[in-house]
């Protein structure tokens, strides 16, 4: 029979590996992490492996000691996982081990040291949520309205549906706790994009290179917007194990921070596009953004309360209060709305054109946020700016009794 102590230890390795075999297949990276990550286990239920997992379980109560602080901990933790490679490497249970064998016990501990400590060092600073919240929001902005053309991507190198595949990939990065299959996201959304751009090359005899790969990045994530981008990449950068970081898996990392980077500061000055029209498309994405939020929180409210009045019918009113309709009533802003065409000059065509350009602009961003619209809530909007655009045309058009 084991010893009391060991048993108990031990037993928590078992509820780890029941726990592990019990999960749902697609929440792995790949299968070798899988592999690496039940070999440890099994180790560690060794009766050999009690000091091990005695340094192990210690190691975890210890950062309850601790205020957090991300640097602080990311160091703690680096500093752990030499000690233990180093305390496997002289382990008669790792005596005969290959480097292998040493790197996949490694990737097992990684795994289990940050699944278990994940509530406690993933987005810690208070700062991160905020962050991360308004990155996701400038990204949401974004997506209203930005092509590829205006981060001069050519056309030769656009692939929509391909990139579609990269952006799964990102989004995948939080179904995993552990750095390295965070860091798989990112390796795999990168792989996608690397072997489109080499194929384009190959078949259209054009070169494609590095300066063509972080712009698709950025669109690409600009695209995907996953949620908690600053927090991820901080998570992956203080605790996968700084002996894991490089080459490939360091460069398509950097550009990942980079790509981020480029987001926070992008400004008009950044893209390929006319800064007052970047300024009144990103202005536009807010107000929508801001009516779907605030709509979105009226509906759960409504709900929590019991109140019956319809989602839809609140949105109404909150487009009518933030001016959304004012886009088609105000037949003021536009001049030529009662002009006749043989009053119309040559002098007249930059400011139609510029009418025009507005015009398309302002119904372009409202398609786009009415698509994003569930049917039940879509529907009684469209009836209601089509009663709208009818009642403005029918005052424009009537003639004002005297």
């Given at each position: 029979m084991l010893p009391l102590p060991l048993l108990h230890f031990q037993s928590l390795f078992n509820w780890d590996l029941i726990n592990i075999n019990n999960m749902n297949t697609d929440t792995f990276?790949?299968?070798?992490?899988?592999?690496?990550?039940?070999?440890?286990?099994?180790?560690?239920?060794?009766?050999?492996?009690?000091?091990?997992?005695?340094?192990?379980?210690?190691?975890?109560?210890?950062?309850?000691?601790?205020?957090?602080?991300?640097?602080?901990?990311?160091?703690?933790?680096?500093?752990?996982?030499?000690?233990?490679?180093?305390?496997?490497?002289?382990?008669?249970?790792?005596?005969?081990?290959?480097?292998?064998?040493i790197d996949c016990a490694m990737e097992g501990l990684e795994k289990y040291i940050m699944i278990k400590l994940f509530s406690r060092t993933f987005s810690a600073a208070a700062e991160d949520a905020k962050i991360d919240n308004e990155i996701f929001e400038k990204i949401c902005q974004l997506q209203t309205f930005l092509k590829p053309e205006h981060l001069d991507i050519p056309?030769?190198?656009?692939?929509?549906?391909?990139?579609?595949?990269?952006?799964?990939?990102?989004?995948?990065?939080?179904?995993?706790?552990?750095?390295?299959?965070?860091?798989?996201?990112?390796?795999?959304?990168?792989?996608?994009?690397?072997?489109?751009?080499?194929n384009v090359a190959m078949s259209e005899h054009v070169p494609a290179g590095a300066d063509d790969f972080l712009p698709v990045l950025i669109y690409v994530t600009i695209k995907a917007n996953p949620p908690k981008l600053h927090s991820n990449l901080k998570f992956i950068k203080l605790f996968r194990r700084q002996a894991k970081l490089i080459s490939e898996a360091e460069y398509y990392f950097t550009n990942l921070v980079s790509a981020s980077a480029f987001i926070v500061d992008l400004n008009a000055k950044s893209l390929s596009m006319d800064e007052i029209k970047f300024e009144e498309s990103m202005q536009a994405a807010k107000l929508i953004n801001k009516v779907t939020n605030e709509s979105s929180s009226t509906c759960q409210m409504s709900q929590q309360e019991g109140n019956k009045c319809s989602c839809s019918e609140k949105m109404h009113h909150k487009l009518n209060d933030t001016g959304v309709f004012k886009v088609v009533e105000h037949g003021s802003n536009f001049p030529y709305m009662e002009a006749k065409s043989k009053e119309l000059t040559v002098g007249d065509v930059d400011m139609l054109l510029s009418d025009y350009k507005d015009l398309v602009a302002k119904y372009t961003i409202l398609c786009k946020a009415i698509s994003c619209l569930s049917t039940s809530e879509r529907e009684p909007l469209l009836r209601q700016i089509e009663k709208q655009s009818a009642q403005t045309l029918l005052s424009q058009t009537t003639p004002h009794k005297s």
């Open positions: 990276a790949d299968s070798r992490s899988t592999t690496s990550f039940t070999d440890f286990l099994n180790r560690m239920h060794h009766p050999a492996s009690l000091d091990l997992v005695r340094s192990i379980k210690s190691f975890i109560v210890s950062f309850s000691f601790y205020q957090p602080k991300p640097e602080n901990d990311g160091k703690r933790v680096q500093d752990f996982f030499l000690s233990m490679e180093a305390a496997m490497r002289d382990h008669p249970l790792w005596t005969t081990a290959s480097e292998e064998d056309p030769i190198l656009q692939n929509e549906a391909s990139w579609l595949l990269a952006e799964k990939e990102l989004l995948k990065i939080n179904a995993f706790k552990a750095p390295h299959e965070k860091l798989l996201s990112i390796l795999n959304c990168c792989r996608v994009i690397n072997n489109v751009l080499l």
